[in-house]
């Protein structure tokens, strides 16, 4: 079983910037497609996909609310995907997740093909 483990969250003023990383387990990590989802506070929100990117690095996807002001990348040499943040605003509140795809070399972003989660890391951006 892979292990997801997210690192960079934080507390910001409304207008800042906040970087996230997350780092996988294991030598399968080039193969698989990546996302960042998020998950606001107020009860029975749904976990929200915020961006994905394929396994090489060349399809990417961001829901409509964070584009151009959210980044992803990857670095397969390190294991690594990241997610840059910029002009936060506090409805970008949430416990951030990183997911790796179930299937590899797969550039289908739906919500289900992600099966493998972080622990999760709080983005909290004030007002």
């Known amino acids: 079983q892979v292990q997801l483990t997210e690192f960079g969250g934080g507390v910001v003023q409304a207008g800042g910037s906040l970087n996230l990383s997350c780092t996988?387990?294991?030598?399968?990590?080039?193969?698989n497609a990546m996302a960042w989802f998020r998950q606001a506070p107020a009860p029975g929100t749904e976990r929200e996909l915020?961006?994905?990117?394929s396994w090489h690095g060349t399809s990417i996807f961001y829901t409509d609310s964070v584009k151009g002001r959210f980044t992803i990348s990857r670095d397969?040499?390190?294991n690594t995907v990241y997610l840059q943040m910029k002009d936060l605003k506090p409805e970008d509140t949430a416990v951030y997740y990183c997911?790796?795809?179930?299937?590899?070399?797969?550039?289908?972003?739906?919500?289900?093909?992600?099966g493998s989660w972080g622990q999760g890391t709080q983005v909290t951006v004030s007002s």
Do not use: L, M, W
């Open 76 to 78: 397969n040499a390190k």
């Open 50 to 53: 915020v961006t994905a990117i």
């Open 24 to 31: 996988y387990s294991d030598e399968t990590f080039d193969r």
């Open 99 to 114: 997911a790796a795809h179930d299937r590899p070399y797969s550039t289908y972003f739906g919500r289900g093909a992600f």
